[in-house]
């Protein structure tokens, strides 16, 4: 006899067994864990930004000498 269950529902409204709930529980903590690390980029990102203006410097002299 078959029963009628409650399948949960995924954001797109879509029925998801309990094996696709958990793994989408576990990838939810692990989004938010390796996100909580992150902080916005911090000394990478200065670094970075330093590099860019370094190399926009260097171009600009380039194109200077080739009279561009």
Excluded: N, P
Aim: charged share 30%; with cysteine.
């Amino acid at each position: 006899m078959a029963t009628k269950g409650t399948a949960a529902k995924s954001a797109s409204g879509a029925a998801m067994s309990k094996y696709d709930v958990e793994v989408e529980g576990r990838l939810q903590a692990l989004e938010a864990k390796a996100h909580d690390k992150c902080g916005g980029g911090g000394a990478d990102a200065d670094r970075i930004t330093a590099l860019e203006k370094r190399v926009e410097e260097l171009a600009e002299k380039i194109a200077y000498k080739l009279g561009i």
